[in-house]
Structures are given as structure tokens and as C-alpha cells.
């Protein structure tokens, strides 16, 4: 079985093929072919991934290329994993909106909506290539923003593209793990969108778990979000909310942690990835083990600002790891073996809410097997939730439409109707500054 990775010199694949390296099942992935726009960066992770298959009897024969038609041409599976503008493009997303005093983070509020504007066109370039190419193949998108990228991308595509997202993984799982319950053998009512969604049950041999946890301050306090979000806003929420919405529930905090910081998020990265792939390539030592230290750092400052904001400390040791190719890899076992598993995944709405039509991509609890993902029932969204899923749902339409028209206008009005952007001025200024440092972004008219 063939599985293309797009982004395939990106700092994270060798997560993906380390997780392909533990499967010896009937049916798995035998080849894998990098793409990336970057040939510098596919000869590190090359490096990377010779260096992890070395032990391994038979691991998945690996080549790269830089042409997108070659590497599509019968693939099984496509992950994409793509950064539009590069590390420094996050970095200029975060700068822009800091400087109008909004947040710029690379998935939520006006650095969202940037990144989206920029990637949404080439996602959608690379769904009509999968169609024509590979019509057969599965799209496992795990491009930044994923729920809007997701959308763009079934509009071709259909269902045969399916967003994944390693935050409600993780939640879930120190959800479980601080009632001392089993991940693997618990439900979790988790529903919203992508980094902005809220598990509401955790039911394990049919009873949920959830109202225990929060009964119990001591309890409820333990763990991740408990520190990030504190003890009484969970417990009037009555529910446990994706770790992004540290952002929406704690904005002033968390712009003006961001504007004090040193560096931001995406400056930092840019610059210990930089020097990654800088020391890959002078250096004739171990490049696996340069990628497991860079990794470490990488893990442990994730969300530092809002964990600094909310005074909750270091991640917990046990945070300190990915998810997400876990995620895929089960996702492709299920639907290249009929290996019927539950997954929370990007996929389109169907009738799971009512407050959305049938083609907006949500974040649910599906049903995978050998015909894809299906959407399991849940209850109806609390009032404060479906207005928070209303809100950034319309602004992603308005994304989309401004890629597929070019419309500044409409790209203004994205930004403008974001609760995270309090003006209309602000908005249009926003257009005007990110239109200036993104050459991605001189379709808009």
C-alpha cells in the first residue's frame, strides 16, 4: 500500500513513519513517497527516517520528490501536512495582528483566518490533482487551519477526505487517565470544531465518568486544562473545553502574554527548525537523535504563553508526546481493513447538528470502517457553545469565499466577523498588512 505524505520535509513526519514502523499487519503501508517544495528539507527527514528504519526488518521503503503529480500518481493514501508561507509565514501572522493588538495565533482568530486565506487555494489545487491522479486514494488532511482546509478540500473530494487532530486525543486521554480509567475503553462526547470543541461525557462500561471529575476540585485541578482554564470555569461549563479555547475564554491574557513575549510561538520555531535542518546538513552524526532533542523542546514550550497566563506550570511528562499519527494510522487500518474503530475526526456534519448544514465540516466521534467515516448522533450544543460554533463556522465561509472569488472585501469581512476581532477598521488594516508580507495572498483584488 502506497502512502504519499505532503509536506513530506516537514519536522513531524518522522512521528508518521515511526507509527508505520510498528505496524507488521496484513496490508500495510510498504512504500512511502515524500513530497515537499523544499528538496534540502526532504534529504533531513530522509536522513531521519533511514536512520529510524535501520533496525526494522522490512519498514516501508521511502523516496522523495518534489513533483506533486509523481508523488499523487496511485497512491492509497494521502496525508497532507502542509505549511503555506513556511515557518515564517506563521511568524509574520503572528506579527501583524499583535500589532493591531488582536491575537495572531496560526488556527484561531486573525492569524487563523491569514493562514486559511493563503492555503485554502493550494488545498484545493491539490484535492482536484488527488481527484484526477489518485481518485481512489483517501485524504488524511492534517493542514492547518484542519477544519477549514478540510472543507475546502471535500468540495472535491467528498468524503474521501477526512481532517484528523491530535487535541481531543489528548484531552481525552488525561481525561481518563485522571479518573483512572482506560483511554482505550472509554467513549468520549467530545463535539464542536476543530480547537474549539468540549467533551461533555466520558462514559466508561456505560456510565459517565465526567460529573465525578467534576465534583472533585482536587480532582478537576490535576491535570492540563484544569490548570489552564481553572477549577471554577470548568464547573460552571459543566463540560471540559479543547485547550484552544484558552484563547476565546482568556483573550486579553493571552494578546497580552503574546505581545510580552520574548518570541513568539511561530518566531520560536522558525528558528529551532531552521537550525535543525541547518545542523542535518553540515553535521555527520546521528540526525535521528538531533530530531529527538529538537523535539523535546518542541513538546515542552507548546502553549507556553497561556500555560504562563494561567500560572499552571510545566506540561506533565506524560504530555509531552504526539497523537496525531496515531490517529492516522488507525484511521488508514480501519479503512484499508475493515478494522471498525471510533475516532473523533474532520468530517461533514450530515444531520450530527442541526445548527449546521449538511456540508460544514465538524469534529465528532465517527464510526470508521472500510467505507469511511460516519458521524455518530450527539446531543444538541449548550446555547454559549452553538454561538461560539455559529460565529467561527460563518467566518470560515467567508474564508472560502473570499479564495475562490479574490475578493478583499470579503476576505475583510472574514476578519471583521471573527469574535476575536473587535473592529471593522481593525479587519481591514488586517487585510492591508497581511496582503503586504504574503505573496500568497496577491490574488485578493
Request: net charge negative.
Amino acid at each position: 500500500m502506497k502512502l504519499t505524505i505532503l509536506g513530506g520535509g516537514g519536522f513531524r513526519v518522522p512521528l508518521v513513519y515511526g507509527a508505520l514502523l510498528g505496524d507488521r499487519g496484513e496490508g500495510r503501508v510498504t512504500e512511502v513517497v515524500l513530497h515537499d517544495l523544499d528538496a534540502g528539507r526532504l534529504a533531513a527527514v530522509t536522513r531521519v527516517l533511514a536512520e529510524q528504519a535501520a533496525p526494522v526488518a522490512d519498514a516501508p521503503a521511502v523516496t522523495a520528490t518534489t513533483d506533486l503529480d509523481d508523488a499523487l500518481r496511485g497512491a492509497d493514501f494521502v496525508f497532507s501536512a502542509i505549511r503555506v508561507g513556511g515557518l515564517q509565514g506563521r511568524a509574520d501572522d503572528e506579527r501583524v495582528a499583535l500589532a493591531e493588538g488582536v491575537l495572531g495565533q496560526e488556527t484561531v482568530g486573525a492569524g487563523g483566518i491569514a493562514y486559511g486565506l493563503r492555503t485554502v487555494p493550494v488545498a484545493v489545487d491539490i484535492a482536484r490533482r488527488v481527484a484526477r491522479l489518485a481518485p481512489d486514494a483517501w485524504v488524511i488532511n492534517f493542514t492547518n487551519p484542519a477544519g477549514l482546509v478540510t472543507e475546502a478540500m471535500s468540495r472535491h473530494l467528498g468524503d474521501r477526505v477526512i481532517g484528523i487532530c491530535d487535541s481531543p486525543v489528548g484531552l481525552g486521554r488525561r481525561i481518563a487517565r485522571v479518573l483512572g480509567a482506560n483511554p482505550k475503553e472509554a467513549w468520549i462526547d467530545y463535539v464542536g470544531l476543530n480547537h474549539l470543541g468540549w467533551v461533555r461525557g466520558l462514559r466508561v462500561a456505560g456510565r459517565d465518568e465526567l460529573p465525578r471529575l467534576l465534583a472533585d476540585p482536587d480532582l478537576l485541578g490535576s491535570f492540563e486544562e484544569g490548570k489552564l482554564f481553572g477549577v471554577d470555569w470548568l464547573r460552571s461549563l459543566g463540560a471540559i473545553p479543547n485547550e484552544y479555547l484558552h484563547y476565546y475564554y482568556f483573550n486579553r491574557e493571552a494578546v497580552r502574554s503574546y505581545q510580552q513575549a520574548e518570541r513568539t510561538r511561530g518566531t520560536f520555531l522558525r528558528d529551532q527548525q531552521a537550525g535543525f535542518y541547518e545542523q542535518v546538513e553540515r553535521s555527520d552524526g546521528s540526525a535521528l537523535e538531533l530530531w529527538d532533542r529538537t523535539r523535546a523542546e518542541r513538546e515542552a514550550t507548546y502553549m507556553a504563553e497561556n500555560r504562563e497566563t494561567a500560572g499552571a506550570g510545566e506540561r506533565d511528562a506524560d504530555d509531552l508526546s504526539g497523537g496525531y499519527e496515531k490517529v492516522a494510522l488507525a484511521l488508514m487500518r480501519a479503512i484499508a481493513r475493515d478494522e471498525r474503530t471510533t475516532l473523533i475526526l474532520n468530517v461533514r456534519n450530515r444531520t450530527t447538528l442541526s445548527v449546521l448544514d449538511s456540508e460544514a465540516v465538524i469534529e465528532v466521534p465517527c464510526l470508521v470502517d472500510a467505507n469511511g467515516a460516519h458521524p455518530v448522533a450527539v446531543d444538541p450544543l449548550p446555547g454559549h457553545a452553538t454561538g461560539l460554533v455559529c460565529a467561527v463556522k460563518a467566518v470560515e465561509r467567508e474564508v472560502l469565499a473570499a479564495a475562490e472569488s479574490g475578493s478583499r472585501t470579503t476576505a475583510a469581512k472574514a476578519f471583521a466577523l471573527h469574535p476575536l476581532v473587535d473592529s471593522v477598521n481593525v479587519a481591514r488594516r488586517l487585510v492591508e498588512g497581511y496582503t503586504a508580507v504574503h505573496p500568497g495572498l496577491a490574488y485578493l483584488r
